[in-house]
């Protein structure tokens, strides 16, 4: 099978690849650059396992080949860290209030809640829950996971976080 030449751009570095037509974007990142943040949970893009952020977008990687990200920029959860390393206003949100479980989906969550709060940098409950309907977490801890992500926002926008009475 013919190889075709792709040139993404992954967490701000620059790849080159030869790449089979019907090879998966999970597969390329997993695969061949070695970028296991993102799981391949059902295959079929239906949990967000996969999720990973491509050119403002969130994207279910298991549902995209490789060559439809040919000129792309994509951010995984390689990527998601500060420059300095430290953690991001997400990452500290998912640990600090307990959202991280067991940790599967964890990446795409935090991907997909990356773009949500690009989108709307103050997104209430009922916004974060549709905002990441499409990621699915089988430790059914959506409690902790929405808390995470109303903490990022509160960080990012220097505003004092509140947790709502429950």
């Known amino acids: 099978m013919t ?6 751009t992954i967490n701000g570095k620059v790849v080159e690849a030869l790449v089979e037509p019907r090879t998966l974007l999970i597969h390329f ?3 061949q650059q070695n970028l296991t943040g993102a799981h ?11 999720t990973v952020d491509m050119d403002d977008m969130s994207v279910k990687s298991c ?3 490789a060559v439809q990200a040919d000129g792309a920029s ?10 300095d390393g430290t953690l991001s ?10 959202g991280l479980q ?15 709060l690009q989108e709307n940098a103050n997104p209430t409950e009922e916004e974060i829950r ?11 801890g959506y409690v902790n996971i929405v808390k995470a992500i109303q903490y990022a926002a509160a960080k990012i926008n220097g505003t004092p976080f509140l947790e709502a009475a429950e």
């Not at 994509?74 to 420059?83: F, Q, V």
């Not at 599967?104 to 990356?114: D, E, K």
């Not at 549709?130 to 059914?140: D, E, K, S, V, W």
């Open 3 to 8: 190889k075709s030449h792709i040139k993404v």
């Open 29 to 31: 990142l997993r695969e």
């Open 40 to 50: 391949i949970g059902c295959d079929t893009g239906h949990c967000g396992a996969c």
């Open 63 to 65: 549902m995209t080949f």
């Open 74 to 83: 994509i951010t995984t959860i390689e990527g998601m860290a500060n420059p």
């Open 89 to 98: 206003a997400l990452q500290e949100g998912f640990r600090m209030m307990h």
């Open 102 to 116: 067991c940790g599967y989906c964890t990446p795409g969550m935090i991907l997909r809640a990356h773009r949500l």
């Open 130 to 140: 549709y905002g990441i309907a499409g990621n699915l977490c089988r430790c059914t």
